[in-house]
């Protein structure tokens, strides 16, 4: 598909991704979808109790996307949603199998709080890798 703007063309990737919206101290479960008539080039909308929205409709509206892969979270990103990581796809590929199947069998409170951790331990050690002298 060619952007009526001249621009490259674009992989169109059909999604219909079940997130959850962060908007203040809210949070609703809500799709990601490019398989709507409001989605175009195929950037994702976000359906929110069956209706439609752009990242200009809910401003300050974060989204969580478990498990999601890199492609997901970039189109999301293109479209101009912010993404709050908990445990991503990237992340679950440092994992065993066995220890992957476990995490999802508990809690989204429980996973994110995960993810924190192996995020942050994953950027405090390449802090350490920095200040070691070559």
């Known amino acids: 598909m060619r952007p009526e703007n001249g621009g490259e063309e674009s992989e169109v990737m059909a999604m219909w991704v079940n997130v959850i ?18 989605s175009s080039y195929g950037l994702p909308i976000l359906l929110l109790d ?3 929205h752009g990242p200009g409709d809910l401003p ?3 989204l969580t996307i478990p498990d999601a892969s890199p492609e997901v979270i970039r189109a ?12 991503t796809h990237k992340m679950s590929c440092l994992l065993t199998e066995e220890t992957y199947e476990k995490l999802r069998q508990i809690s989204f409170e429980q996973r994110k709080t995960i993810g924190t951790l192996i995020r942050e331990a994953i950027e ?9 002298p070559e």
């Open 21 to 38: 919206i962060h908007c203040g101290e809210e949070m609703k479960p809500g799709v990601l979808t490019t398989e709507h008539a409001a």
């Open 50 to 52: 069956g209706k439609p």
């Open 60 to 62: 300050g509206a974060v």
């Open 76 to 87: 999301a990103r293109r479209a101009g949603w912010r993404i709050k990581e908990v445990l």
């Open 124 to 132: 405090q050690y390449l802090k350490g890798l920095e200040r070691r």
